[in-house]
């Protein structure tokens, strides 16, 4: 019965802020609030990592009913040198496509998911922030392999040949373009961040 007290208190804390969590962010002014943070963040980590494609986050999207609240505008960086990095130069030579998708399904309720993991599990609150923010990072930088399956997949005709390293990655990280499973990929980055803590409180190893 031992083992089972701390897991159970764990789920009863994951479960219950979850819930309000995402209560909480069913606040269209506030889905927009994170949509534009997520933008001025994901945009730059983006462009730094990825080799083929440049791409602009912006929160907003044409009038929809697909709860679209997101668009991005994307340049092929081999059809271009680095002045495609200059904005005024970007205005002169349009996107090669513009994509639109519903952030709060993408992204925001996924990193909810992820800290609330962090948030039930028993660790000291100075640690518990500081993985926090380490596990977002890291999830941000599987979105920005999941989006770039995504826009590679688009600007290559629906289709994206596995000749490089990056196109490999980007192919197993994409997860098929679905959304579903990026739930697990956060579950999976708390548990490596995490794992000391998950073998001596829950399985007592």
């Known amino acids: 019965m031992k083992k089972l007290k701390p897991l159970s208190r764990f789920f009863i804390i994951l479960s219950i802020s979850f819930i309000v969590l995402a209560l909480v962010f069913s606040n269209q002014t506030l889905r927009k609030h994170h949509t534009a ?3 001025f963040i994901a945009t730059p980590i983006f462009n730094v990592l990825n080799p083929h494609v440049y791409a602009e986050f912006e929160e907003g999207a044409i009038e929809n009913d697909n709860d679209w609240g ?7 960086k081999r059809k271009y040198d680095e002045r495609i990095r200059v904005k005024n130069f970007r205005a002169k030579n ?19 998911f992820l800290l609330c993991l962090f948030l039930a599990t028993p660790i000291k609150w ?12 890291i999830f941000y930088i599987f979105m920005t392999c999941y989006l770039s399956y995504r826009f590679e997949f688009t600007l290559n005709g ?8 990056w196109h490999v990655i980007i192919s197993f990280l994409g ?7 990026i739930f697990i990929v ?14 001596k409180e829950f399985l007592g190893i």
Request: glycine share 4%; hydrophobic share 50%.
């Open 37 to 39: 943070y997520y933008s």
């Open 70 to 76: 997101i668009t991005f505008r994307i340049w092929d």
């Open 158 to 165: 629906q289709t994206l040949p596995l000749d490089s390293i």
């Open 126 to 137: 100075t640690r518990k922030i500081l993985k926090m923010l380490l596990g977002l990072f």
């Open 94 to 112: 349009p996107p090669s496509a513009i994509l639109y998708q519903n952030p709060h399904e993408l992204f925001l309720i996924p990193s909810l």
């Open 186 to 199: 956060a579950f999976f980055i708390w548990l490596i961040l995490e794992r000391k803590v998950l073998f």
């Open 175 to 181: 997860l098929g373009g679905t959304t579903d499973p």
